[in-house]
């Protein structure tokens, strides 16, 4: 079973309609990937207003990890940022004076900082396996 890790912009509005969003974005990341896979648990683990998570958010330093997903608040493999999906191999470049910080740390610092303030934002965890694998359980 993998592990993916999302951040969502959602369009606000309430907790509860935050969370509905939340659960059709996780569906449809996993419908657009290239391969065929089953979702086996989809949760969210950190739900909050953006304007909250604006106010916190630091601006990129190199991280202890280096691998392709890191962020400041962890691996993330995929960023809703309200319009289109981000990942780390389709992400906008870094700015020229990078601080040595990654294109993808980069994108995930953009996508909070340009949220709607009235926006919440999903960190999301979705489990998936081939769907042979579910099927065949």
């Known amino acids: 079973m993998t592990r993916c890790t999302l951040l969502l912009v959602t369009t ?23 391969m065929d896979l089953a979702i086996v648990e989809s949760t969210p683990f950190a739900v909050a207003p953006a304007l909250r998570i604006q106010e916190r958010v630091s601006f990129p330093v190199p ?4 691998s392709a997903a890191a962020t400041s608040v962890g691996p993330l493999q995929a960023i809703w940022n309200g319009t ?4 780390p191999g389709s992400c906008p470049p ?6 040595g910080a990654t294109e993808w740390q ?18 999301w965890d979705i489990y998936v396996v081939p769907m042979s694998q579910k099927m065949a359980a």
């Open 94 to 99: 870094k700015p020229l004076e990078d601080n």
């Open 63 to 66: 991280l202890e990890d280096i």
């Open 84 to 87: 289109r999906w981000l990942t």
């Open 12 to 34: 606000g509005g309430s907790g509860r309609k935050a969370l509905s969003e939340g659960m059709l974005l996780a569906e449809r990341y996993v419908d657009a990937l290239p």
């Open 106 to 123: 980069w994108a995930h610092y953009h996508a909070v900082l340009s949220a709607p303030r009235d926006s919440i934002m999903l960190l």
